[in-house]
């Protein structure tokens, strides 16, 4: 087939998802100048022709919003949004699912390169299962590591592969990276989008378990590929990040096990955080406040105890269910599920 008609079977192919499948790309952003020029140029130069992009600016006093505006504010496509403060990440991000009418919405960090068949890619899966409610894609650093990607069940905890081999292959998992994932939006209207409690951190763990809790299925493709270009994690975790994370892991437990695991193995869980929160104030000398993160937990478990009620009444899939559908895709033990959990 030639290159002509390659480029004419795709453009009919799109023409045929155009009608129905619009698509807004969310992209939060805060300090972000040294990434949006090419974070955005490379969403805008995507091929799909139904979407738009949605640019929320948490109050950047870096400029970045002017910056955004100055670059790309004559694309028609570009919808930018300015806060009065930093609402956060689940905030933020959850002003643009307000917004957009799409089909799908992607979220897709400030700090990130995508390639031209991104979004095609994303919705194609997407629209071969009306199931799936949450599309992810391969994130690679820039010295080509991955750190971040999908997160599975093994024996009823939530942990990330350690061989490099199952990021290659398509997958079943209960959530993908908040990185750059796609979502199906009546999904998102139905249960809800980021906890607003979280902040930041675990959030996109807590609504992929939401997904498959409510019976659609969270799913990994490796055929299209986003640059990651923010440090993230290399840059170290701050005291509040660490705080956040030991909170918002409990409580995406607390919020979305069923009472029997509630009983089985969130204990275990809790018991494994205090051990390791403690372990690490000792080596690190206080660089984790245990003590902190202990006060912020037990300050968001009424809120989250009200949350739980709702999100047990969206069920339709029993935990064993989602355990099984959500397995792993390698061989990993429970005492090594448990530690990564």
């Given amino acids: ?7 004419t079977l795709w453009r009919y192919r799109m023409t045929l998802l155009d009608a129905n499948c619009k698509v807004s790309a969310i992209i939060l952003n805060y300090n972000g100048a040294p990434y949006v020029e090419k974070c955005l140029g490379s969403i805008l130069r995507n091929r799909y022709p139904n979407f738009d992009v949605i640019f929320i600016d948490n109050n950047s006093p870096d400029g970045s919003a002017e910056l955004t505006e100055r670059l790309f504010g004559s694309n028609s496509r570009l919808t930018i949004i300015r806060n009065a403060k930093n609402l956060g990440f689940s905030v933020g991000n959850n002003i643009g699912f307000e917004r957009s009418k799409a089909k799908y919405v992607i979220v897709l960090n400030n700090d990130t390169e995508v390639q031209v068949n991104f979004i095609e890619t994303l919705v194609k899966v997407a629209e071969s299962d009306e199931t799936i409610g949450s599309v992810g894609c391969k994130i690679i650093q820039s010295d080509g590591s991955i ?50 409690l979280f902040w930041a951190d675990w959030e996109d763990h807590d609504l992929g378990y939401r997904i498959n809790l409510a019976g659609f299925k969270s799913v990994y493709t490796p055929e299209t590929t986003v640059l990651h270009l923010g440090g993230g994690l290399s840059l170290g975790l701050s005291r509040e990040r660490k705080i956040r994370i030991f909170r918002n892991r409990l409580l995406t437990y607390l919020k979305s096990y069923e009472t029997r695991n509630m009983f089985l193995r969130f204990p275990l869980i809790f018991l494994l955080s205090i051990m390791r929160g403690a372990l690490l104030t000792i080596k690190n000398k206080e660089t984790f406040p245990l003590l902190r993160g202990l006060v912020a937990l037990f300050g968001a478990i009424k809120p989250t105890l009200v949350e739980r009620k709702l999100v047990q009444m969206m069920r ?26």
């Fill in 147 to 196: 750190r971040y990607g999908p997160k599975y069940m093994n024996y009823g905890f939530i942990v990330h592969a350690l061989q490099k081999q199952t990021y290659e292959k398509f997958t079943v998992n209960l959530a993908n990276c908040g990185c750059a994932v796609l979502y199906r939006k009546s999904v998102i209207d139905g249960i809800g989008g980021f906890d607003s």
């Fill in 316 to 341: 339709t899939a029993p935990d064993r269910q989602i355990f099984k559908n959500t397995k792993i895709p390698e061989y990993m033990s429970i005492l090594r599920a448990i530690q990564l959990s």
């Fill in 1 to 7: 087939m030639s290159r002509n008609d390659r480029d």
